[in-house]
């Protein structure tokens, strides 16, 4: 049975940063593409960042790759995300995901597993 468990989430000030973590048992990180997304309040489940099983491509939201850094342990199973200069509107539920793929992709849909998620709650 494969996962994810996400921690590191929680009450921060806008302009401030964050570091999201996810661990992921019963199978190596290295089988999967991983990918973050977050689901605001009353909103769809949406993409933030993806990498790849080696770490050597990522793919991010275009509006805020300038603000992410995805990165990963595999040999820690453990996969990372880097959020800088948060703003109020970030607040939501972020969610790691695993892919049996070797491409990034940003549809929830092409996941295989999913973990409970950690919320992120950013105060102006």
């Known amino acids: 049975q494969v996962l994810l468990v996400e921690s590191g989430g929680g009450l921060v000030q806008a302009h401030g940063s964050l570091r999201l973590s996810c661990t992921v048992s019963?199978?190596?990180?290295?089988?999967?593409?991983m990918g973050w997304f977050r689901q605001r309040p009353g909103k769809e489940r949406e993409f933030v960042a993806s990498?790849?099983?080696?770490?050597?491509?990522?793919y991010y939201e275009e509006s805020e790759k300038d603000r992410l850094t995805i990165s990963r342990d595999n040999a820690a199973n453990t996969v990372y995300l880097q959020i800088d200069s948060l703003k109020p509107e970030e607040t939501a539920d972020y969610y790691c995901?695993?892919?049996?793929?070797?491409?990034?992709?940003?549809?929830?849909?092409?996941?295989?597993?999913w973990g409970q998620g950690t919320q992120v709650t950013v105060s102006s």
């Open positions: 995901a695993a892919r049996y793929a070797c491409e990034v992709d940003p549809a929830p849909n092409e996941y295989d597993y």
């Open positions: 019963g199978r190596s990180l290295s089988t999967f593409v």
């Open positions: 990498i790849t099983r080696s770490g050597d491509t990522t």
